[in-house]
Structure formats: C-alpha cells, structure tokens
C-alpha cells in the first residue's frame, strides 16, 4: 500500500490538479474505498501525441525491420545483368512485402504537436514550435537573427 503522500504525487501527475488528487484522496480516507483513482472513461495516456504519430512510429519499425530484405530484393530488381525472370521474381517479392515496410510511407513530424509540414530536421520540431522554443531562450545554442 502507498502512502498517503506518494498516492497524492502519483494522482497529481496523472491528473495535473493538486486539488482533484487531494478530493479524490480525502474520499478514499473516509471510507468510499469503491471509487476508483483511474478515469473511466478507458482511454489511457500514451507516449505519443496523437494516433497520426504513433502510426508513424510504428511505419518506422517496420521499415527498419524490413530494411535489409528490401534493399537486398531492390539490388536484384534494378541490376540490368540479371535475367529477367529473376528481376520479376524480385519485383513480386517486393510487392509482396508489408506496404508499411517502404520508407517513404515515413513521414517527418513534430515531437510535441505531430504537425507534418514545416518541421525543422535537426531538432524534429515544427516551424512554429521551434521559433516559439527559440524566442523564449528554451533551445540549446540558437538565437534569433538580429
């Protein structure tokens, strides 16, 4: 069993609200012990922002998963002295494989909003978000040009 002040951190953190964990934990002391300390509702935090990146994610996976199998099979289909027959095979090889596992199905996204469009490479931030971080002297090493 947690202590009183270890569950009041933990339904802070999931909740955010000092005063919720603290309602919530008075209730449970009373004695109303079938109240549960979860959201009903069923749906869980999870790591990623939205279901946009966590698809992207796992395209990720499987891409680097299958990437040997494919750039071996790409290696066959392209090479011009092989017979074509094998040059085919490895082509309805290729097909066959997930649709998923092909790179280019990986689209870049922002770490902390999943926006698609105008996302800076080097800190995987969008535009927006880089230049607010960048603003407020939140991003190591960049200033703004004066």
């Known amino acids: 069993m947690l202590s009183y002040t270890a569950s009041l951190r933990r339904l802070t953190a999931l909740w955010g609200s000092k005063m ?16 549960s300390c979860m959201p009903c509702f069923g749906q869980g935090r999870s790591y990623y922002v939205d279901w946009r990146m ?21 290696a066959l289909r392209k090479n ?9 095979v490895a082509s309805q ?16 996204r922002c770490v902390l909003t999943s926006r698609p469009r105008g996302v800076v490479w080097r800190w995987r931030l969008s535009r927006i978000v880089f230049r607010h971080l960048a603003d407020h002297a939140q991003l190591s090493g960049v200033q703004r040009a004066m």
């Not at 011009?80 to 085919?88: A, D, G, N, R, S």
């Open 20 to 35: 919720a964990a603290a309602t919530i934990m008075s209730l449970v002391r009373q004695g109303h012990r079938q109240m």
């Open 54 to 74: 966590l698809r992207d994610v796992k395209r990720r996976k499987m891409a680097f998963e299958y990437a040997d199998q494919r750039l071996r099979l790409d």
């Open 80 to 88: 011009k002295i092989l017979p074509k027959e094998l040059q085919e």
């Open 93 to 108: 090889e290729i097909a066959a494989l997930p649709r998923d596992s092909c790179p280019v199905r990986i689209r870049n």
